[in-house]
């Protein structure tokens, strides 16, 4: 029996993909395969938020999953729409890495050194709606591509193959803001001049985290007998990761936000409690709506529900009023 994993074809997809594979096939003691499915967000251009947001890099999977041209997809957990998918199941959420965005700028700056007027790229409304509010002096453009095109846009990166300045493609903005996860994953930390803490930018809900998902028959049960791939897939998974990107997933839903609404979601488990922190902010950044909340019921309802509680405290303080919570 051989595994066949869907992934995107972009290199940080097929990295995180294969890394997945790769373990899979460690604890499953099967062969394994990866099959290349082409995305809307693969093919458009123009704004991911005009696009739809970044649910354009999931369907696909999804459709390739139901017509059994894969057994398993893995996603960038951010990347998932919070309503449920007929038929699939996120099988296992394997051990989050670093969360935090950073940033990656000209002469090792940080933000808090840009000059003003710099000019910083992000496809993110989220990541730039709080570019705004901590440094308004800045110009935060909307930018497309991969990590690596991303990254050559900023002079002097380690790793960039010109320093030729062109407009839109090259050396030509002063810094870009990127995730760490993603970063860590291709090996090209050595780009990045700030890490970002959370109470200067909250990261998207279920950044850092891969979600491995299935046709709801392959998924690990509750109850029963289960086949070979199930229990692998159930090694993979890591409980304290599932509570939190639960808990911020969670406030994304309750908020009816869509993927292109600027709120960022972090939570996390200490000891017998489970945290979350949330925040809404203006895409202009000149307004800023922070809530957070704790919990000590460590399950999947527990989580939910705390997320839940989350997204109401930030509707009483006018999180619909300050933003397009139903940016698509």
Same mark, same amino acid.
């Given at each position: 029996?051989?595994?066949?994993?869907?992934?995107?074809?972009?290199?940080?997809?097929?990295?995180?993909?294969?890394?997945?594979?790769?373990?899979?096939?460690?604890?499953?003691?099967?062969?394994?395969?990866?099959?290349?499915?082409?995305?809307?967000?693969?093919?458009?251009?123009?704004?991911?938020?005009?696009?739809?947001?970044?649910?354009?890099?999931?369907?696909?999977?999804?459709?390739?999953?139901?017509?059994?041209?894969?057994?398993?997809?893995?996603?960038?957990?951010?990347?998932?729409?919070?309503? *449920?998918?007929?038929? !699939?199941?996120? /099988?296992? #959420?394997?051990?989050? =890495?670093?969360?935090?965005?950073?940033?990656? &700028? +000209?002469?090792?700056?940080?933000?808090?050194?840009?000059?003003?007027?710099?000019?910083?790229?992000?496809?993110?409304?989220?990541?730039?709606?709080?570019?705004?509010?901590?440094?308004?002096?800045?110009?935060?453009?909307?930018?497309?591509?991969?990590?690596?095109?991303?990254?050559?846009?900023?002079?002097?990166?380690?790793?960039?193959?010109?320093?030729?300045?062109?407009?839109?493609?090259?050396?030509?903005?002063?810094?870009?803001?990127?995730?760490?996860?993603?970063?860590?994953?291709?090996?090209?930390?050595?780009?990045?001049?700030?890490?970002?803490?959370?109470?200067?930018?909250?990261?998207?809900?279920?950044?850092?985290?891969?979600?491995?998902?299935?046709?709801?028959?392959?998924?690990?049960?509750?109850?029963?007998?289960?086949?070979?791939?199930?229990? *692998?897939?159930?090694? !993979?998974?890591? /409980?304290? #990761?599932?509570?939190? =990107?639960?808990?911020?997933?969670?406030?994304? &839903? +309750?908020?009816?936000?869509?993927?292109?609404?600027?709120?960022?979601?972090?939570?996390?488990?200490?000891?017998?409690?489970?945290?979350?922190?949330?925040?809404?902010?203006?895409?202009?950044?000149?307004?800023?709506?922070?809530?957070?909340?704790?919990?000590?019921?460590?399950?999947?309802?527990?989580?939910?529900?705390?997320?839940?509680?989350?997204?109401?405290?930030?509707?009483?303080?006018?999180?619909?009023?300050?933003?397009?919570?139903?940016?698509?």
């Amino acid at each position: 029996m051989t595994i066949r994993i869907g992934t995107r074809a972009s290199k940080l997809a097929l990295t995180q993909t294969q890394q997945t594979a790769d373990q899979l096939a460690a604890v499953g003691g099967f062969p394994v395969e990866l099959v290349h499915i082409k995305t809307e967000g693969d093919v458009k251009t123009g704004s991911l938020s005009q696009m739809g947001g970044t649910g354009v890099f999931v369907a696909a999977l999804r459709d390739a999953l139901l017509a059994e041209t894969c057994d398993v997809a893995v996603h960038s957990l951010k990347d998932l729409p919070t309503g *449920a998918a007929v038929g !699939l199941s996120i /099988a296992a #959420t394997p051990k989050r =890495v670093d969360v935090r965005d950073v940033l990656c &700028a +000209r002469d090792g700056l940080t933000l808090a050194e840009l000059p003003g007027g710099a000019k910083v790229g992000t496809g993110s409304p989220r990541r730039a709606a709080q570019l705004r509010a901590a440094r308004p002096d800045i110009e935060v453009l909307d930018i497309r591509g991969n990590v690596d095109t991303r990254l050559g846009r900023v002079p002097g990166l380690p790793g960039n193959v010109t320093d030729e300045v062109v407009p839109g493609k090259s050396c030509d903005l002063d810094a870009v803001v990127l995730a760490a996860a993603g970063l860590e994953r291709m090996g090209r930390l050595d780009t990045v001049s700030e890490f970002f803490e959370t109470d200067v930018m909250l990261p998207a809900p279920g950044q850092g985290a891969l979600a491995i998902e299935c046709r709801t028959e392959d998924a690990p049960q509750l109850e029963g007998s289960q086949g070979v791939l199930a229990q *692998a897939l159930a090694a !993979l998974n890591d /409980a304290d #990761t599932r509570l939190a =990107v639960t808990a911020e997933r969670a406030v994304l &839903a +309750r908020l009816e936000a869509g993927c292109a609404a600027p709120v960022g979601a972090y939570a996390f488990r200490k000891g017998s409690m489970l945290h979350l922190e949330a925040v809404v902010c203006a895409v202009d950044g000149t307004k800023t709506v922070r809530e957070k909340k704790a919990t000590d019921g460590l399950t999947e309802v527990g989580a939910t529900l705390l997320g839940i509680e989350v997204a109401e405290l930030l509707l009483a303080a006018g999180a619909a009023e300050i933003a397009d919570l139903a940016a698509s």
